[in-house]
């Protein structure tokens, strides 16, 4: 199936650092959401996006949705060792029946204390 | 109860057996979801219920997967005649339904399959 592009794969950082991921998408969505998932865990919500142009923060946390509705970035300023996780964006179409997430494959973030 | 709860957490399974995974959504939301997580992917979208009924099966990969949910509730997901291609964590999320549609979906731990 479909899976949003997402970048970077990987990140390795100090503590205190901030981090940039992005995903990109060749169609449309009309809401925009990052997830962290823990191992063993399932996807938690982070930061939903609903209008093109929309800046989100959630804490230490800040999400755009892009203007062309075809992407998406998260930031996490001064990171913690807790950041450490999967961290993926979702694009969504609501509307009728279709209510089904796409995923892209996920940033693995490893923080160093 | 106080969230999405999916039994077993851990299945093997030999190659061509039937295997049944359930989900316990979170009480009172009508909608449902299935995903397929395989290792170092994202979740893939499987199957949506609105109440009793499959809104949305498209996701399904053939048709040796099937789901249900009789009373709006509980679901279950059957793989029949499984095939080593079928181990991935499979995730169940429930939300509920509003006038404005479906709010946030929130994930059950997941089942991890294993088909040896």
């Known amino acids: 199936g479909q899976q949003l592009n997402q970048s970077p794969q990987s990140m390795f950082i100090q503590e205190g650092e901030d981090v940039s991921m992005n995903c990109t998408s060749s169609?449309?969505?009309?809401?925009w959401l990052w997830y962290k998932q823990d191992p063993g865990e399932g996807p938690v919500l982070l930061i939903a996006l609903y209008k093109a142009g929309e800046l989100t923060s959630n804490g230490r946390l800040t999400a755009q949705f892009g203007i062309t509705r075809k992407d998406s970035f998260l930031n996490i300023s001064a990171s913690i060792p807790s950041d450490v996780g999967i961290y993926f964006c979702?694009?969504?179409?609501?509307?009728?029946?279709?209510?089904?997430?796409?995923f892209g494959k996920g940033t693995l973030l490893t923080v160093n204390p | 109860g106080a969230g999405v709860s999916q039994t077993p957490s851990n299945k093997v399974t030999e190659k061509g057996k039937y295997v049944e995974l359930r989900c316990d959504p979170i009480s009172g939301h009508t909608a449902l979801y299935w995903y397929r997580q395989s290792l170092g992917q994202g979740p893939e979208f499987l199957i949506y219920f609105q109440g009793t009924g499959a809104a949305d099966d498209s996701g399904l990969p053939n048709d040796r997967f099937f789901a249900v949910r009789p009373e709006g509730s509980v679901s279950t997901l059957k793989i029949q005649r499984t095939e080593r291609g079928d181990s991935a964590v499979y995730l169940c999320?429930?939300?509920?339904?509003?006038?404005?549609?479906?709010?946030?979906?929130?994930f059950g731990q997941g089942t991890r399959l294993t088909v040896v």
């Open positions: 999320a429930s939300s509920q339904t509003g006038p404005r549609g479906n709010t946030e979906a929130f």
């Open positions: 979702a694009g969504q179409n609501s509307g009728g029946s279709n209510y089904k997430l796409t």
């Open positions: 169609s449309i969505f009309n809401t």
